[in-house]
């Protein structure tokens, strides 16, 4: 079993439609939890960082970690063609030093 | 342009050759990371570096793969004797501490071919 599950998807959604996207996980001990845009032959980029549970809003992104079903989401509200890219979650315990990525879903948003 | 800069970009070797991949963090990290991504998988942990000090290699692969971060320039990742399976995108993180209140930020990869 993976450390970390990711629907590949693709995922293919309108503009302006709210996007949901989601990863599960095994190791209960995780507690940082982070979302990362990664466009075409480019490097991630951080979007979302939560601590432990609950939910973090930044703009039209809204994080949801739910430690006790092992579960996060990433909420893209008023989505836009510039969101079309893989979405990647990871995650990590207190150490930092080693994040543990799912395995990526990629997102189409059609104009 | 103060993010992490790997070089080169694109990496073409022969099998049996080596291959030397860069990394320079963002101004004012000290802590590097390097990963590994194949096509339609995520990015896999490889090894962990703080300046002249391996903290965390349980990513890397036994043989053939070494990393150093010198007291002095860029992060290197050096793989000997590769082999077509060596063929991926490697990507180099940094953050400013190893602690749990830092997110890494990425570099744009060295994607490495093998003939």
């Known amino acids: 079993q993976k450390e970390v599950e990711q629907d590949p998807g693709p995922l293919s959604v309108p503009e302006g439609a709210i996007v949901s996207l989601n990863c599960t996980y095994s190791n209960s001990a995780f507690q940082y939890f982070m979302w990362y845009r990664q466009y075409s032959r480019k490097g991630p980029e951080l979007l979302m960082y939560t601590y432990s549970s609950g939910n973090k809003e930044d703009g039209r992104f809204t994080a949801q970690v739910d430690k006790s079903s092992k579960y996060i989401s990433l909420f893209i509200r008023d989505s836009q063609p510039s969101d079309s890219a893989t979405y990647l979650c990871a995650m990590s315990w207190g150490n930092f030093n080693k994040f543990y990525f799912g395995s990526g879903t990629k997102l189409n948003v059609k104009p | 342009n103060a993010g992490v800069m790997q070089n080169p970009r694109h990496l073409v070797r022969r099998r049996g050759q080596e291959a030397r991949l860069r990394c320079s963090p963002m101004?004012?990290?000290?802590?590097v990371y390097w990963y590994r991504q194949l096509p339609e998988e995520g990015l896999k942990f490889m090894v962990y570096?703080?300046?002249?000090?391996?903290?965390?290699e349980s990513g890397m692969p036994k043989e053939r793969f070494s990393a150093e971060f010198p007291k002095e320039g860029p992060s290197i990742l050096r793989i000997q004797q590769v082999v077509r399976g060596d063929s991926a995108a490697y990507f180099c993180?940094?953050?400013?501490?190893?602690?749990?209140?830092?997110?890494?930020?990425f570099g744009d990869g060295t994607r490495l071919s093998i003939l």
């Open positions: 993180a940094s953050s400013p501490d190893g602690t749990g209140n830092q997110p890494q930020h």
């Open positions: 101004k004012g990290h000290s802590h």
């Open positions: 570096l703080q300046k002249e000090n391996i903290i965390d």
